[in-house]
């Protein structure tokens, strides 16, 4: 999916296709508040998965982020659009930025390059847990299993928390690299016996908690908390139109309820992306021909 033109505070993104997109910039992350919710492609984000946020790449597509301060890089699946702030290039997945060495620091230099496409259906958590690469790269793959839903249609319902992306993944992405086997070194490595790992691991669970208390106010998360009622709908294909719609921006809280003993689905928002505005959210719903949308905060 490369997506239509779209703006956001003012701004015009255009989504394409860039084999040769290669820039350095700032990365933020992004967690537990959207957790479990669309993406901006349908699929179901999950801060434990190896993602990431791009204003204008394909969804999905496969990204090499390197953190510039300890030369750790990784193979993120990009799913999700953001962050709209003028100096960050993307937003990763809370796992992510663990991995690359940032999760206490919030936003770090990075480099992106574009890798290729990636592949609607499969598990490709195991080649980008082990794409992980640099110095004490072997000591933050974790063992445990991490849960990725994906959509192969925008009207497919979602699939059960035991869906995974599997073999077609593999073969795409084995086929990105001149010699796949060395793909799986770091996470068949012992991490925790190499001292110079655990060096590592010290050094950055020490001192940063500045660093994080910076980035917590900087990214002004209570500015962007809201409470919007984008109403019910019976029509589950409506529902998920509009619930995407919003996932451009926003998490979007979708809730079971009846109309007149009927089941439906309930929307609403409750936190806006980085950048994005409540104006944005207004946009949306104008575009849409939604005139019942409210602010409850």
């Not at 490369?2 to 997109?21: E, H, I, L």
């Not at 958590?125 to 072997?138: E, F, I, N, Q, Y």
């Amino acid at each position: 999916m490369v997506g239509k033109p779209y703006q956001v505070a003012g701004r015009w993104y255009t989504p394409r296709v860039d084999p040769n997109y290669d820039r350095t910039g700032k990365a933020s992350w992004y967690g537990s508040a959207f957790h479990g919710r669309l993406t901006a492609n349908g699929e179901i984000f999950d801060q434990n998965a190896i993602t990431a946020a791009h204003p204008t790449l394909p969804l999905p597509s496969y990204v090499r982020v390197t953190n510039l301060q300890n030369h750790r890089s990784l193979l993120v699946r990009v799913n999700d659009r953001g962050p709209f702030v003028a100096d960050r290039i993307i937003d990763l997945s809370r796992r992510s930025a663990d991995m690359l060495g940032f999760g206490k620091k919030g936003v770090v230099d990075v480099r992106v390059k574009y890798v290729g496409p990636a592949p609607l259906e499969g598990d490709d958590t195991r080649v980008l847990l082990a794409s992980l690469d640099g110095p004490g790269a072997t000591a933050y793959p974790s063992p445990s299993p991490v849960t990725t839903v994906a959509y192969s249609t925008p009207t497919e319902a979602p699939a059960t928390s035991g869906s995974r992306r599997s073999e077609p993944a593999m073969k795409t992405l084995t086929t990105l690299f001149t010699n796949p086997l060395d793909l799986f070194a770091y996470a068949n490595a012992t991490g925790p016996d190499n001292p110079v790992n655990a060096a590592f691991a010290a050094t950055e669970n020490m001192a940063v908690n500045a660093d994080l208390l910076a980035w917590q106010q900087e990214t002004d998360v209570d500015a962007r908390k809201i409470d919007v009622d984008l109403g019910s709908y019976a029509n589950p294909v409506k529902a998920e139109s509009i619930a995407r719609a919003f996932a451009l921006i926003a998490a979007v809280d979708e809730k079971p309820v009846e109309i007149v003993g009927k089941k439906a689905t309930s929307l609403g928002l409750s936190m806006l992306k980085p950048g994005a505005t409540r104006a944005d959210v207004l946009g949306i719903a104008k575009g849409l021909g939604l005139e019942d949308v409210a602010f409850r905060d």
